[in-house]
């Protein structure tokens, strides 16, 4: 159930004059809901996007509608019912992605447009968004969301870091609509708004449970928009191969392979009578490296390890080695540039799967 305080309770900020609109706090535990007609605070409306975005109204008036909002895991969902208006929101600068915390580090959006129509702009892009459509943003870079008429829109947030893409491809496809007539967009969309709107009555281990899946099926859109909008690599001569078909049995080889340290670009190449140089341009061509995506897949199966067994399993130590990992520190510092936290604070964290083994 929804935690409200009493100062928190019926807070209301009334405007003390400047350019932006005033705005009201609800603060919560897990689940928060503003019932319709709140004007929302500042502090509220940045958490629609995050804590690394200043957020402003971008129009006269109180920003008023109906807002749920929820955190499953590292997945953050909140709901919208607003009334025309908009925001926008530009980065708060902070420490080196190195050094930061979990929550100094960029997200990426994906919002819904659930019924209404929206305008997105970012990176110079400009997008508008009908029913059923959806659109990607990060909060790495300055935003606009505009609601020219009352809309209901679900914003379903995550760390960047937790996909396993470069950020050339993601900027392919920022600001971009995806429409229900694509063979992704029929499907994403309407799955994304049913599990937004079903979060709030989930029980915790199927609730923490859904940020892997949508990790799985934002990654599958966003290399599936790649592979539309950039040529294949071409197939030198006599290798008689078709990338299109060799590219799963190559990931399939890592994945049986994955354990052993000596598992290798040239070992890899071999295995499939290619040459390294074309090996690495296969990759490249999908806007990462062998390397990356090698250990982004070490790190994935670390973690369900970690998470699964916690502090009765075998240690990190053990875990790094166990999937190819042949010093534990730099497990520990590519663990935590990936998830924003330690291995150990990431065994120690209450993950749903445990109570299944």
């Known amino acids: ?25 609800q603060a919560t535990m897990d689940v928060a809901h503003v019932a319709k007609g709140t004007s929302y605070s500042a502090e509220t409306v940045k958490g629609i996007l995050g804590p690394t ?11 008023v509608g109906d807002m749920t909002r929820g955190r499953y895991g590292y997945l953050h969902i909140t709901t ?3 009334a025309p208006h908009g ?14 915390s979990r929550h100094d580090r960029p997200e990426l959006v994906i919002a819904v447009q659930a019924s209404g129509t929206g305008v997105l702009e970012q990176e110079g892009r400009r997008t508008r968004l009908s029913e059923a459509d959806l659109a ?5 870079r300055g935003v606009t969301l505009d609601f020219p008429e009352p809309s209901r829109v679900h914003l379903l947030r995550l760390p960047q870091a937790v996909l396993p893409v470069s950020g050339e491809e993601l900027s392919d ?26 979060a709030p009555r989930w029980q915790f281990q199927a609730a923490s449970r859904m940020a892997g899946h949508v990790t799985a099926l934002l990654t599958a859109l966003i290399t599936d928009h790649v592979a539309d909008t950039r040529p294949t690599a071409a197939v030198p001569a006599g290798a008689g191969t078709d990338s299109r078909s060799l590219m799963p049995r190559i990931r399939a080889y890592i994945n049986l392979h994955l354990a052993e340290p000596e598992l290798s670009p040239r070992s890899i190449a071999a295995a499939h009578h290619i040459s390294v140089r074309y090996l690495h341009r296969l990759f490249s061509q999908e806007g990462t490296t062998i390397s990356r995506w090698i250990q982004y897949r070490r790190l994935e199966e670390a973690g369900r390890d970690l998470a699964r067994r916690g502090r009765d399993g075998p240690t990190i130590s053990f875990v790094a080695h166990r999937w190819g990992f042949v010093s534990a520190n730099h ?7 990936r998830y924003g936290m330690t291995p150990r604070d990431w065994r120690d964290f209450p993950h749903p799967n445990r109570a299944e083994t």
Request: no cysteine; hydrophobic share 40%.
């Open 87 to 100: 925001i926008s929101g530009v980065p708060v600068p902070g420490p080196d992605i190195v050094t930061a």
């Open 136 to 140: 990607l943003f990060t909060t790495a």
């Open 80 to 82: 919208l019912d607003v």
């Open 331 to 337: 497990f520990s510092r590519a663990f935590r540039n």
């Open 173 to 198: 496809i920022l600001a971009t609509a995806i429409r229900p007539g694509t063979e992704l967009g029929a499907l994403l969309a309407p799955l994304l708004s049913s599990l937004a709107e079903a």
């Open 1 to 25: 159930m929804p935690h409200r305080t009493g100062e928190q309770k019926g807070e209301r900020e009334q405007q003390q004059g400047g350019r932006h609109a005033p705005l009201s706090a």
């Open 53 to 63: 975005m200043e957020v402003r109204a971008q129009h006269a008036g109180p920003f």
